[in-house]
């Protein structure tokens, strides 16, 4: 490539440090743009930037990376390729010097509007992978009242065309991560499994208890609200254990009535009842070496609980029209979402079972009390049902995740699975907004009894889960984040601080 005279030693070796940098950080796309765009807003001496990419249908640019004084306000933005001066240079694929943009035609002062950081002048160049336009790097308001010139654009779409072909390169190795990321996951759902979030301190012991009971062969009773995840701490105590190559087997005991929940269980012989055509063998059996998971155990009919009881004691049983005992190896794992003390109080549920079954309770908290769970519940949610809905969303507005925090979620997992859900169907990418949740926040109970729902409790965590992203986001580099934050850096390091911010 041949370097014109403009471009002096000094941006030379800024450019070739650059490029080192480019070549090293393959591996985040995002943290390799905010790298690409400061040291670019360096060498031209701009006061703010931003990369703005295209989408696959051309339509829109959205801020991708936007730093200075305004950055965060930016960052959010998209702007439709038929306006501003970034929709020019997609359009016409070449770069463009700007002094005078309150003059200029082909300025859009929409964003400016709304951000409240006045552009005066500015430099917009393509970036370009084989002659082909994905994006644009503007840099605006060089400063001391200056103009930019060519040697800034020379210098600047040198960076643009390497930044693209690294950015490309940095976006195929993404997407071939959360392929295999998919992967892995749906091979693990294939055997019926589920992934797990945990990062609240309470989660994280139940989860260290599970680790230390789950070799022993005691039976489990899983308590807890409806939708907590009882069924994927059962999973967890199966596959943390010996058993785990053995069969998880889950039974509802809520779902069949009484004589075929009987023979679900136990199996029967052919002629046992008038649709017992041949012998099947029950769920006891099938669970043999591995773990039976009996959900809604509150559920189960009197009757059966007695059988069951004996399962429990000595591991056997006679299939329904049988008199031979069958004796299996099976580790017992239970669950109800009801007061089941009450329930012995009632006698709907036999005391002796249940002292047997409560041999290690595990009491699973709702949603409400381990705020620290929602923000990575959401993200696993949303990432989940962005590759159903074919949408190719980024994250949540700040509005949207502040009503996720304060939301009391009443039907706990489960109904945040949900909401997030829906709000991928009816919501338009880049980013979840507050409204796509359709949260009645104003209706809902306020809760004070449980939990810290104190505002200050709930911004804190907010402003943890938004700090520590963003660190993600740029490679735990706090002179980039504290930028692309729009805050001192020692502002920053006083915040990971206090706010216990860990790199994960
Ligand atoms: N920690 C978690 N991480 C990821 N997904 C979770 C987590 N906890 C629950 N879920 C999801 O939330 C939904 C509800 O979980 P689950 O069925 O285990 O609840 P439950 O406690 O058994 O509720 P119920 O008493 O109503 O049966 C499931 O789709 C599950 O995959
Ligand atoms: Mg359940």
Redesign the pocket.
């Known amino acids: 490539m041949k370097v014109s005279s403009t471009i002096d030693t000094e941006k030379l070796n800024a450019l070739i440090e650059i490029n080192t940098l480019i070549n090293s950080n393959y591996s985040d796309v995002n943290a390799l743009l905010a790298h690409i765009l400061s040291s670019a807003m360096k060498l031209v001496e701009g006061e703010a930037s931003s990369i703005l990419l295209l989408d696959p249908h051309r339509k829109f640019l959205r801020f991708e990376v936007a730093l200075g004084p305004k950055g965060i306000e930016a960052k959010k933005f998209v702007v439709r390729t038929d306006e501003g001066i970034a929709g020019w240079v997609v359009k016409n694929n070449r770069s463009l010097i700007v002094n005078d943009a309150e003059h200029d035609p082909r300025f859009s002062p929409s964003v400016q509007q709304s951000t409240g950081y006045k552009t005066q002048n500015m430099i917009a160049v393509p970036m370009c992978v084989k002659n082909e336009c994905i994006g644009v790097i503007e840099i605006l308001n060089k400063g001391k009242d200056r103009e930019f010139d060519n040697g800034d654009l020379e210098v600047l779409e040198i960076l643009a065309n390497q930044a693209a072909i690294a950015y490309q390169n940095a976006s195929y190795l993404q997407i071939s991560r959360d392929e295999i990321a998919a992967l892995q996951d749906q091979i693990h759902h294939e055997r019926g499994y ?5 990062k609240s301190p309470v ?1 994280l012991e139940k989860l260290d208890i599970i680790e230390r009971v789950a070799m022993s062969e005691s039976s489990v009773l899983i308590l ?9 701490f059962a999973e967890q105590l199966h596959l943390k254990s010996d058993r785990r190559s053995g069969p998880f087997v889950r039974v509802n005991c809520a779902a069949l009535p009484e004589g075929l929940l009987e023979s679900e269980l136990f199996g029967h012989v052919k002629g046992a009842f008038t649709d017992a055509v041949c012998d099947r063998k029950g769920r006891f059996e099938a669970a043999h070496q591995g773990t039976i998971f009996l ?2 155990i509150g559920d189960m009919p009197l009757s059966l609980q007695a059988k069951l009881l004996r399962v429990l004691q000595d591991r056997s049983f006679e299939k329904l029209g049988s008199s031979e005992t069958i004796t299996v190896n099976v580790r017992i794992v239970a ?3 009801r007061d089941i003390e009450k329930l012995v109080d009632e006698q709907k549920f036999r005391s002796d079972l249940y002292y047997r079954l409560n041999v290690l309770p595990l009491y ?1 908290p709702p949603l409400r009390q381990r705020l620290e ?1 929602i923000p990575s ?1 959401a993200d ?1 949610f949303m990432n989940k049902f962005r590759r159903e809905v074919k949408k190719n969303f980024m994250g949540f507005s700040e509005g949207a995740l502040s009503a996720i925090l304060s939301y009391s979620w009443p039907g ?3 109904e945040l ?1 949900n909401t997030i859900e829906r709000a991928c169907v009816i919501g338009r990418p880049p980013y979840i907004k507050e409204e796509d949740l359709l949260l009645n926040i104003r209706s809902m109970p306020v809760n004070n009894a449980e939990g810290d729902k104190s505002l200050k409790s709930v911004i804190n965590l907010f402003k943890k889960h938004y700090i520590q992203k963003a660190l993600e986001d740029n490679e735990w580099n706090q002179t980039v984040t504290a930028q692309v934050l729009d805050i001192q850096r020692t502002y920053l390091s006083r915040l990971i601080k206090e706010l216990e911010i860990k790199e994960r």
Do not use: C, P
């Open positions: 589920h992934t797990l979030i945990a989660i807890g609200e409806s939708g907590v995840g009882k069924e994927l959900d809604e669950a109800t979402n699973i769970d519940l696993f706990n997992i489960r699975e």
